[in-house]
């Protein structure tokens, strides 16, 4: 049998989606890649590290995942982990006490506390920006500063960072670029192309895509960096299981599909919000009539707004869906509504959320797969409950 790789090469990324994550041919002719579910491996003799050894060290089905997930976002090395955060966590050991990261500042709740209350307390320092023009970075490099972390579009707010701009800042400082790629995903843009070192993926959303399944993961080109990532990766142990490795392979298959879906389905949510009195503003890639960055090919699934009125009314609104389901997380194929404030980003403390412009009327939508008219339709019942 060729090598999967070889024939992916100068395929599409449609084509490298649902064929990515092939496991050599073992003689059954699967299609689908098998589970491995075993922790520990035969070897010929003490000391023998020629194939599989021990699961946390490497595992075929997650082996599988880890080198789709570096097709697919054009890198070398890919890495699955239990969790977006034990990605992030990874990254973070990379660096040493003294260490100042420059980040965006509309974040993930999640990477938020992780920063502020887990590694700040071991010597990180951590100074917030705006980002939306790459000059925020670099006028917050001090000596110390060896990362820049950047979400685009951020969370919740889907404001857009130029990718590009900002990794070369970064390499003019001898700085490494992280971007969290978890809203855009590999089928809309790629980071590493643009220049950032590392991306990451919370694979619980959009790369799974059904809500079934919490796993993360970071993708590489470098070779040096890719190696550190391994042993920290072994190190701290934070690494994906077989069977929730292949429900990322599963989802993967269809991310095109899907990512088409959403953007077109968010798409007219939006055109619907613009309509409605009771929606203060709206956000949504391009909303702020910028241009685009990064080459985005489409906007993605997210959609956040400001509803007129206090908390209660905001309650009122966010229990009254029908089809919209109040629960955390996004990018499963349902749609999902969100109350950052109380939800995704209550760990923020509420004058950091406030300034960061996350107030207690701002809701966010993860637009699923559904029929569009069903959606608004679920909308329009819900503001008319106010």
Not at 372 to 380: G, N, R, S, V, Y
């Amino acid at each position: 049998m060729a090598d999967n790789d070889a024939i992916l090469k100068d395929k599409r990324i449609e084509t490298r989606l649902i064929h990515a994550g092939r496991v050599e041919e073992d003689g059954t002719g699967s299609v689908t890649t098998p589970i491995f579910p075993s922790s520990t491996y035969r070897v010929a003799y003490p000391g023998d590290e020629s194939g599989y050894v021990y699961s946390r060290w490497a595992n075929p089905t997650r082996l599988a995942l880890e080198r789709a997930l570096a097709d697919l976002e054009n890198g070398t090395r890919g890495f699955a982990f239990s969790s977006g955060l034990g990605a992030l966590s990874t990254v973070l050991h990379l660096l040493k006490t003294g260490d100042h990261i420059v980040a965006v500042s509309d974040l993930y709740g999640g990477t938020h506390r992780q920063f502020e209350k887990v590694m700040r307390s071991f010597g990180l320092d951590f100074t917030y920006v705006d980002g939306r023009n790459p000059d925020d970075f670099e006028e917050a490099v001090t000596p110390n500063t060896r990362l820049f972390w950047v979400e685009t579009p951020t969370n919740p707010l889907l404001r857009l960072i130029d990718i590009e701009a900002v990794a070369a800042l970064a390499k003019k400082h001898d700085i490494i670029t992280a971007v969290d790629n978890t809203f855009a995903t590999p089928f809309i843009q790629n980071p590493l192309d643009l220049g950032a070192d590392i991306v990451l993926h919370s694979m619980s959303k959009y790369l799974a895509g059904h809500c079934d399944v919490i796993a993360g993961a970071l993708v590489v080109k470098d070779s040096k960096l890719a190696e550190r990532l391994k042993f920290h990766q072994n190190a701290l142990g934070a690494i994906l299981g077989p069977f929730d490795s292949w429900l990322v392979l599963r989802g993967l298959k269809t991310l095109h599909l899907r990512m088409e879906r959403h953007s077109f389905n968010s798409v007219k949510i939006v055109e619907y919000l613009e309509t409605v009195p009771r929606v203060s503003k709206i956000y949504y890639p391009g909303q702020d009539g910028k241009p685009v960055p990064n080459k985005m090919k489409l906007p993605g699934g997210m959609v956040s707004f400001e509803l007129k009125g206090d908390l209660e009314t905001v309650r009122k609104f966010a229990t009254s869906t029908q089809v919209f389901v109040l629960a955390e997380s996004l990018g499963g194929v349902e749609s999902l509504l969100n109350h950052p404030a109380l939800m995704t980003h209550a760990s923020i403390p509420p004058e950091v959320r406030k300034a960061n412009g996350i107030g207690d009327n701002l809701i966010r939508l993860s637009v699923g797969l559904e029929n569009i008219e069903d959606l608004i339709a679920d909308l329009e019942q819900a503001f008319a409950v106010l």
